[in-house]
Structures are given as structure tokens and as C-alpha cells.
């Protein structure tokens, strides 16, 4: 039926499946216009959700492929970032049957986005991190922008493995390539680069670098605080537990929301056992975010959160043997009354992060998650 025969009909006579049809696309308009309206979050990720199910529905391959572009940033920015790699795997599978949908940018940076989760999921081989690293190479090659975000990942990647000469290598590279359509927002981009400075030993450069962070001249939602948990625990990796102190105060004027504020929490809870007395973090800060760790899937978040609640349980232990903390009732220590043994979460905690350190340095060939909790 044409455009032109249905809307001359009589609307009683419109076939039912067609106006089921019709208000689908309505629905589908109105749950894009909903959900680019909110803040990255859990509401936002649903509608999204809601609005690629409809895309697949139709079967309108643009809405499907921006659809799960927007859903892919939605888990990143405001969910939880590993539910990201199924979205960007099918929005390649799809692209492959819909080439010229949308602009080769888009392509690169969903490739980016599934490179990059991957490498923060242990249980991705590291040869399927290689090659996801690799199509996100091409899909810039094919779109003649982003090679510098691509030799920030790739020097990444060489330190995930353990290559410190290849790291040096694609670092300098980033470094003498100017900034283009792709690249990631400068406060983040100088973020990163700053904290590949401090695990190849450049202290001094790293901090240099930083200044605008740290000044807050350039800002975005997650900086500077990612940059001042990296300085936190980098701090109290040397033992200076002043400095920590300093870039402390600073994150503290970041309040913990969700599971995506996790490592900021594990940082000020190290702090706290580094410095107990100072008001870094509490119990209540400990209680609120245990059950966020439990339930996300992003290893390397939840290692730094372990990291740091390990820490602070170790330092409550020792002025007080219990503590009470209202937690869910599958919680895998046993608590009478809602009162925990300071050891038994600590052995947990302990435990926990272990266990994904030992993922990630078996996956990546070499020994770095168990020498940051070695000297924590």
C-alpha cells in the first residue's frame, strides 16, 4: 500500500498491523528525543535499549546502527562499561551488511570502543584484543583520521602486554600527531597520556603534563578525577602519603553516585587506611558501593574499588573487630545482625581483587595487577 492510498483512506479502514506500524516509528521518535534529552545513567541506557528494539523491530538498519552507537556511550559513560562489547560487536556485524549508512568515523570509533573494553575484561584472549586493536587500526585508515587516538590505544596495549620499548614508541607517536575530528576530549587525552607517563617511570613529565587537569583549565565529567584517583594511588604506591593528601581533598569535592564512581571511591578508601582520621571515607561509603562492585562487570574498575575497600577493612581491623553494614542477604560473608568480622571482608576483598589481578596478568603475559596489590 502506497503513502498516498493510506492516507486517502478513512482511518477506520487502515489495516490494524499498519497502524501498529505507523506508532512504532512514533514511538521509536519520541524514545530518541527522550533519552538524548537525559544525562548519561541508567534511565538514559534503557530508553536507548528500548529504542534499538524497535530499530530491530522495523528493521531500519540507520536506527539500528545509531541506535546502538548512542547505546554503546550509554554503558560506557553511565552504565556499565563492559556491556558495551556485545553492542559494539553487533553494530559491526551490521555496518558489514549496511556499509554506507553511517560516516566511517562512527565505524572507527565503535571499533575504538570495543578495543578498549576489551582489554579492561581479562577473560578476552589477548589475541582477540590484538585483533579488535587491529580492525580499529583499519577503521581509521579507511576514514583517514584518528591515528593519534589509535597510537594511545596501541601504546595501551604494549603496556598491557608488558612491550615497554613498543609503548615508548607509539607514546612518542601521540605525541607528534595533532589532535583531529577523532580524537578524545583533551582533558581525557591528557588524563591518559599522563598516567602512561607514570607506568613507564615519567614522573616528572606526568605532572607536568597534568597542570591543566589538575588547574581544572580543561575539565570534562570525568576529569580531573580520574586523573587524581591515578595520583592517589600512585602516591601511596611511593609511600607519600602527603601527596595523596593533596589530590584527596580535591577529589573529595567529587560525591560517589554509581557504580561508574567506583574507583574514585577505592582511592579515597586507600587513602583513609594510609591516613586514618582524615575523613577520606567510612563505613558508609564502604557499605554503599559493595554492592555496585558486586554486581558490575567491569573487571578493572572493580579491581581499583578492591584495591582500596581491601585497605581500609585491613586499617578498621585493627582498631575495632566488627563493623555494621546494611548489605544484601546473598552477600557472601556471613553478618549476624548486620555485623561483619573486619577480618572476614578484608580476606574477601583481599580475595576478590586477588583473583582479577591474577586474571589479568595471566591473559596479558605479564606481572603488574599483583605487584600494585604486593605493595599496597
Same mark, same amino acid.
Given at each position: 500500500?502506497? &503513502?498516498?492510498?493510506?492516507?486517502?483512506?478513512?482511518?477506520? *479502514?487502515?489495516? %490494524?498491523?499498519?497502524?501498529?506500524?505507523?506508532?512504532?516509528?512514533?514511538?521509536?521518535?519520541?524514545?530518541?528525543?527522550?533519552?538524548?534529552?537525559?544525562?548519561?545513567?541508567?534511565?538514559?541506557?534503557?530508553?536507548?535499549?528500548?529504542?534499538?528494539?524497535?530499530?530491530?523491530?522495523?528493521?531500519?538498519?540507520?536506527?539500528?546502527?545509531?541506535?546502538?552507537?548512542?547505546?554503546?556511550?550509554?554503558?560506557?559513560?553511565?552504565?556499565?562499561?563492559?556491556?558495551?562489547?556485545?553492542?559494539?560487536? &553487533?553494530?559491526?556485524?551490521?555496518?558489514?551488511?549496511?556499509?554506507?549508512?553511517?560516516?566511517?568515523?562512527?565505524?572507527?570509533?565503535?571499533?575504538?570502543?570495543?578495543?578498549?573494553?576489551?582489554?579492561?575484561?581479562?577473560?578476552?584472549?589477548?589475541?582477540?584484543?590484538?585483533?579488535?586493536?587491529?580492525?580499529?587500526?583499519?577503521?581509521?585508515?579507511?576514514?583517514?583520521?584518528? *591515528?593519534?587516538?589509535? *597510537?594511545?590505544?596501541?601504546?595501551?596495549?604494549?603496556?598491557?602486554?608488558?612491550?615497554?620499548?613498543?609503548?615508548?614508541?607509539?607514546?612518542?607517536?601521540?605525541? %607528534?600527531?595533532?589532535?583531529?575530528?577523532?580524537?578524545?576530549?583533551?582533558?581525557? %587525552?591528557?588524563?591518559?597520556?599522563?598516567?602512561?607517563?607514570?607506568?613507564?617511570?615519567?614522573? &616528572?613529565?606526568?605532572?607536568?603534563?597534568?597542570?591543566?587537569?589538575?588547574?581544572?583549565?580543561?575539565?570534562?565529567?570525568?576529569?580531573?578525577?580520574?586523573?587524581?584517583?591515578?595520583?592517589?594511588?600512585?602516591?601511596?604506591?611511593?609511600?607519600?602519603?602527603?601527596?595523596?593528601?593533596?589530590?584527596?581533598? *580535591?577529589?573529595?569535592?567529587?560525591?560517589?553516585?554509581?557504580?561508574?564512581?567506583?574507583?574514585?571511591?577505592?582511592?579515597?578508601?586507600?587513602?583513609?587506611?594510609?591516613?586514618?582520621?582524615?575523613?577520606?571515607?567510612?563505613?558508609?561509603?564502604?557499605?554503599?558501593?559493595?554492592?555496585?562492585?558486586?554486581?558490575?562487570?567491569?573487571?578493572?574498575?572493580?579491581?581499583?574499588?578492591?584495591?582500596?575497600?581491601?585497605?581500609?577493612?585491613?586499617?578498621?581491623?585493627?582498631?575495632?573487630?566488627?563493623?555494621?553494614?546494611?548489605?544484601?542477604?546473598?552477600?557472601?560473608?556471613?553478618?549476624?545482625?548486620?555485623?561483619?568480622?573486619?577480618?572476614?571482608?578484608?580476606?574477601?576483598?583481599?580475595? %576478590?581483587? &586477588?583473583?582479577?589481578?591474577?586474571?589479568?596478568?595471566?591473559?596479558?603475559?605479564?606481572?603488574?595487577?599483583?605487584?600494585?596489590?604486593?605493595?599496597?
Amino acid at each position: 500500500m502506497s &503513502e498516498q492510498e493510506l492516507f486517502g483512506m478513512d482511518p477506520d *479502514e487502515i489495516p %490494524e498491523d499498519m497502524l501498529d506500524f505507523f506508532a512504532d516509528y512514533d514511538r521509536m521518535e519520541q524514545l530518541r528525543k527522550d533519552y538524548q534529552d537525559l544525562p548519561w545513567g541508567p534511565q538514559r541506557t534503557e530508553l536507548n535499549r528500548e529504542y534499538v528494539a524497535l530499530a530491530d523491530k522495523l528493521e531500519e538498519p540507520f536506527d539500528q546502527l545509531a541506535g546502538r552507537y548512542q547505546l554503546a556511550y550509554a554503558y560506557i559513560l553511565g552504565d556499565d562499561p563492559a556491556k558495551a562489547l556485545p553492542v559494539c560487536a &553487533e553494530f559491526m556485524a551490521l555496518q558489514q551488511e549496511h556499509p554506507d549508512e553511517l560516516d566511517g568515523g562512527s565505524v572507527a570509533m565503535i571499533a575504538m570502543l570495543a578495543s578498549s573494553v576489551a582489554r579492561d575484561l581479562p577473560q578476552i584472549p589477548k589475541a582477540q584484543c590484538a585483533a579488535l586493536l587491529e580492525e580499529f587500526h583499519q577503521a581509521v585508515l579507511a576514514c583517514h583520521s584518528g *591515528e593519534r587516538l589509535w *597510537e594511545y590505544h596501541a601504546c595501551e596495549y604494549a603496556l598491557m602486554t608488558g612491550d615497554r620499548e613498543a609503548a615508548e614508541a607509539h607514546l612518542k607517536r601521540f605525541q %607528534e600527531l595533532p589532535r583531529d575530528d577523532l580524537s578524545d576530549c583533551e582533558a581525557c %587525552e591528557v588524563s591518559g597520556a599522563a598516567e602512561i607517563l607514570l607506568r613507564l617511570g615519567r614522573r &616528572e613529565e606526568a605532572m607536568a603534563a597534568l597542570a591543566p587537569v589538575l588547574e581544572q583549565r580543561i575539565t570534562c565529567a570525568q576529569q580531573p578525577w580520574e586523573a587524581l584517583s591515578t595520583l592517589i594511588h600512585d602516591a601511596l604506591g611511593r609511600g607519600d602519603v602527603r601527596a595523596a593528601r593533596q589530590f584527596g581533598k *580535591e577529589l573529595l569535592r567529587r560525591p560517589i553516585e554509581n557504580q561508574n564512581d567506583l574507583p574514585y571511591a577505592g582511592a579515597l578508601l586507600r587513602l583513609e587506611s594510609a591516613d586514618s582520621g582524615g575523613g577520606w571515607a567510612d563505613a558508609a561509603l564502604l557499605e554503599r558501593c559493595l554492592s555496585w562492585a558486586r554486581q558490575l562487570w567491569d573487571q578493572k574498575r572493580r579491581f581499583w574499588f578492591f584495591l582500596g575497600a581491601g585497605a581500609f577493612c585491613r586499617r578498621l581491623g585493627q582498631m575495632q573487630t566488627s563493623v555494621r553494614l546494611s548489605l544484601p542477604t546473598d552477600f557472601p560473608i556471613p553478618g549476624a545482625d548486620h555485623t561483619y568480622s573486619c577480618q572476614a571482608l578484608e580476606a574477601w576483598l583481599r580475595a %576478590e581483587g &586477588e583473583k582479577i589481578a591474577r586474571a589479568f596478568d595471566r591473559r596479558n603475559g605479564c606481572v603488574y595487577y599483583q605487584e600494585i596489590l604486593r605493595r599496597a
